[in-house]
């Protein structure tokens, strides 16, 4: 998880505590209160405009109201010092712009936004044009000489008070708009004339007093309050708790409150409002890039309500403005050594910068723009390094679509808002993603909409790719789609999308939900039908570059679970330095096996079993030869057999099914003589809780022929590869050892082995003999185990299993209601519980190393491939972590993170103490 304020450190939570809390801070006049160092504090948007306004910049002036308010608003408290002091900035604002708020003259008009420390991009509030009425919009109009935009901001502000402080669908809203629209025959806003917006205004309080029970408060300073108390509620709404729950950032922390001098890019043609990047976001190009439209304000760019203009065409319309803007913003990603994401409004004629921040950015350009900045001497190879979550690896293996033969029919296209490419059955509702993704109907999903909103979180989620009709390159759906590393195609103007009878009309083809479409997020094509799509190989010279930096810093190992020797291939392609478990299970359900499988289970004699047995073993012993090949030299970690045996054998209820049928329809049937021993067999090995039953080691010491078979396996096929010139390690590992008992009693048959293996060859391989750690009572009884045991590995989906008494099979009937209440932060079985399961890890590696010092310590798991777990490992001194293929580069960069982390956690320990040194002196 991100660190937030319950992390702060305990010298700065001593002083804190001391000194008393400060909730606003002024910025303007070229002077602040705050400083970019501040995020903790001021939030991201807070702490770059102090910033801003520091360094000469551009800004409106105004206050940041500190995110310990928004905490305390969180818990109930009733500070009247919060109010206090946001009075007594407001008083200074006005006497800085020789205004008042709501003022019938020349009146004050203020913005109000969130800003919390970790760039959550529209998952909060925004209120605009604070301050309006029905006195202070006429003198709006008398001051600006322009009723249609004095109207204009006063409608906007009462649907905006209306759904973010009120609680109001919007969609009330928009349908007194656009019924006054279609009745005017006008098509965009702001061909609506003064007359047209006053009846609009009307509608929207009459909206307002039905649904709240009270008219839109007249009186500026009420305004004020309830929208500030507003952007703190948003911090804890539904969208904001999924952002945060998937970018890991603590709830905690919570937003602070920005109120800013208004200023206006709905006055005109010579106004404006625009976003941008001082870099490409989506390939990290060193290229000025951004979106604007003339005559709006900022909702209207990011909304997608219209379409935007590339922020070259401002060069051509304005250059004097535009060159400004380019010398402003350069100047600002200079000074953080960063990709910088900006704000701005341009008002008759004049810039005013609003906001700045560090830009989110996809995978690919994460890497470049690391790169690049070492190169120009921004910042060094170590930043680089920390500059890219690992999770945005996942760009270098977005998938692609299968072209090549393949009749190609593109219906449209639109922006490439998210590279990479998405096939999927399309939905036009998130609530309907998530109910198709959750009840496994729809195995890809699409999700279909106008214009993605906030809202839609939970559907963008489980969604392989966004298609949206309208809006930019900076609209919600691009900028979440790249954060999330999804496909994202926007703003396809052919698109008709109708929600509300779910229907997406392109052209001459009509689309309904479940009709599948494909996306290629790389160049914007909506293309018809299902396509099949190909990984990315992970040979860009960038991404090479790169983890050259990256691998050379980390201590952890990496390995992947590979079973097969495609598996093992592809593995190493992506950089494994071994494989840390195989299934040996998983080879038994290949092509032509699965029969003599299921005769040894049928077999009712140790005789009969081995027989079957014989003939399962060159089968074994060809697939390892296979990994020790694909592997050469490195580690091979085998998994003896695990799975209760029952997996092997049909479903019960499906037998019982078709020899009811059989019974009744063809009762002489030689296959009702076939099923009948089968279910009495299926019957025989049920079992109320398989995964706590006969399975792992206990099917090795019930039946040992098994054990011994998959261990002749392994060392014939290690000494056939050795006498040939390879070079195998092998290490054997023990599953669902509990005991010191167990272990010793299966170490014992597979050393045996090994010695009559070793003898009838005449060549002898090293190995080792380990377990699985996958019970409580192994971690605590590891210290015994480790007598036999040369290594252990952390099989953490059964050790979280066994430790929370959760099924991981069941546990999202309940994992819904659980994160909601915030019982759980994150699934378990995605990220591994530190405090629990965590501990057991710890303590099982500390007792094992206290018998056996040099004992080779891993995981196992799909934890192994989750930065956070990955970074726990590096901090309790595991040897190293295993992961699925795909997950490999995540957990390289996460492992060099954790050591560069550790680095300065060391540097900035050994700097503390000497300075305490130093004082006391």
């Not at 507003?230 to 109120?259: C, M, P, Q």
Request: with cysteine; charged share 25%.
């Amino acid at each position: 998880m991100k660190q937030g304020v319950m992390a702060q450190p305990l010298a700065d939570r001593a002083i804190s505590a001391s000194t008393p809390t400060k909730y606003t801070y002024f910025f303007g006049g070229g002077k602040a209160e705050g400083n970019g160092r501040m995020k903790d504090v001021l939030g991201g948007k807070g702490s770059g405009l102090a910033e801003m306004t520091n360094a000469g910049l551009p800004v409106p002036p105004g206050f940041t109201i500190q995110t310990e308010a928004c905490r305390e608003y969180m818990l109930g408290t009733k500070n009247p010092q919060i109010d206090i002091e946001m009075f007594s900035a407001l008083k200074r604002l006005e006497k800085m712009q020789q205004q008042e708020l709501g003022a019938d003259e020349n009146p004050l008009l203020v913005s109000v936004r969130s800003g919390a420390k970790f760039s959550m991009p529209g998952m909060m509030d925004t209120i605009l044009n604070l301050g309006l009425n029905d006195r202070s919009v006429e003198g709006l109009a008398r001051r600006s000489s322009d009723p249609r935009f004095a109207y204009d901001s006063y409608r906007r502000l009462i649907q905006m008070f209306g759904s973010v402080v009120l609680n109001i669908n919007k969609k009330k809203f928009e349908a007194v708009f656009d019924g006054i629209k279609a009745r005017d025959g006008v098509a965009l806003d702001y061909e609506l004339n003064p007359e047209s917006l006053k009846e609009i205004i009307v509608g929207y309080k009459k909206i307002v007093l039905e649904e709240s029970g009270k008219p839109f408060p007249q009186n500026p300073l009420d305004q004020l309050v309830q929208t500030r108390d507003a952007v703190f509620r948003s911090w804890n709404g539904e969208r904001a708790k999924t952002y945060r729950r998937i970018n890991r950032i603590d709830d905690w922390l919570g937003t602070a409150v920005n109120v800013q001098c208004m200023v206006f890019g709905n006055m005109g043609d010579s106004s404006g409002t625009g976003v941008g990047f001082t870099r490409n976001p989506a390939t990290g190009e060193r290229a000025f890039f951004g979106e604007y439209l003339m005559n709006a304000q900022g909702e209207d760019v990011v909304s997608g309500i219209r379409t935007p203009m590339p922020i070259r065409e401002l060069e051509r319309v304005m250059p004097k403005v535009y060159e400004q803007l380019r010398t402003c913003t350069w100047r600002m990603e200079k000074h953080y050594r960063d990709m910088q994401d900006f704000e701005f409004t341009i008002q008759d004629g004049k810039l005013y910068m609003l906001q700045t921040r560090n830009g989110k950015r996809s995978g690919l350009a994460a890497v470049r723009i690391a790169l690049d900045m070492v190169r120009e001497g921004l910042i060094t190879k170590e930043e680089a390094v920390m500059r890219v979550e690992p999770n945005q690896l996942y760009d270098f293996l977005v998938p692609r679509l299968v072209e090549k033969g393949e009749n190609i029919e593109v219906l449209t296209i639109g922006l490439p808002a998210s590279p990479g490419a998405a096939v999927g059955q399309i939905v036009f509702s998130a609530e309907d993603a998530v109910k198709h993704h959750a009840s496994g109907a729809y195995s890809q999903i699409i999700l279909v909409r106008g214009e993605t909103t906030p809202e839609d979180i939970g559907g963008m989620e489980v969604a392989s790719g966004i298609l949206t009709s309208r809006g930019g390159m900076t609209s919600h759906a691009a900028v979440v789609t790249r954060g999330m590393g999804k496909c994202c195609v926007a703003g396809a103007g052919d698109c008709v999308v109708d929600e509300e009878h779910k229907e997406l009309r392109v052209k001459d083809h009509v689309y309904r939900q479940g009709d599948w479409i494909s996306l290629d997020g790389t160049t914007g094509r909506v293309i018809h039908g299902q396509l099949k799509t190909l990984p990315v190989q992970p040979n860009d010279p960038d991404l090479i570059q790169f983890m050259s930096w990256a691998d050379p810093v980390r201590k952890l190992k990496i390995r992947a679970n590979a079973d097969v020797p495609r598996d093992a291939k592809q593995a190493r392609l992506f950089g494994a330095e071994g494989i840390g478990l195989c299934r040996t299970e998983h080879m038994f359900f290949a092509e032509g096996r699965i029969q003599h499988v299921r005769a040894m289970i049928l077999s009712n004699t140790e005789a009969d079993r081995r027989e079957a047995l014989k003939k399962l073993l060159p089968m074994q012993r060809a697939d390892f030869i296979g990994l020790f090949k694909a592997m050469e030299s490195l580690p091979v970690t085998i998994r003896l057999l695990d799975p209760p045996l029952h997996e092997f054998l049909p479903q019960r209820e499906e037998l019982l099914v078709e020899i009811a049928h059989l019974e009744d329809k063809k009762p002489n049937s030689p296959r009702l003589k076939e099923l009948r021993p089968l279910l009495a067999r299926v019957q025989e090995l049920h079992e109320t809780n398989p995964m706590l039953g006969l399975r792992g080691c206990r099917l090795g010491i019930t039946f040992p022929e098994i054990t011994e078979m998959q261990a002749r396996a392994i060392f014939e096929a290690a000494v056939s590869v050795k006498n040939k010139g390879g070079d195998p390690h092998l290490e054997i590992m023990i599953p669902l050892i509990g005991s010191i008992e167990e272990m010793r009693n299966q170490a014992a048959i597979v050393r045996h082995v090994a010695d009559l293996v070793f003898k009838e060859k005449k060549t002898k391989v090293d190995y080792m003999v380990g377990t699985m750690i996958e019970l409580p009572r192994a971690a605590l009884t590891a210290d015994k185990i480790a007598e036999e045991a040369e290594f252990f590995s952390f099989g953490t989906n059964d050790l979280t299993q066994t430790t929370f008494g959760i099924s991981r099979d069941d546990i999202n009937k309940f994992l819904p209601a659980y994160m909601k209440a915030g019982i759980f932060k994150q699934d378990p079985f995605a990220t591994l519980d530190q405090a629990g399961v965590g501990q057991l890890i710890e303590i099982a590696t500390d007792k094992g190393r206290a018998t056996r010092p040099n004992l080779k310590v891993g995981v196992c798991g799909e934890h192994g491939g989750d930065p956070e777990s990955v970074k726990f490992c590096h901090r309790i001194g595991l040897n190293y972590v295993s992961c699925s293929p795909y997950r490999l580069l995540t957990a390289r960069l996460a492992a060099a993170q954790a050591a560069l982390q550790e680095k300065k956690t060391n540097h900035d320990l050994h700097d503390l103490l000497r300075n305490e040194q130093w004082a006391t002196t």
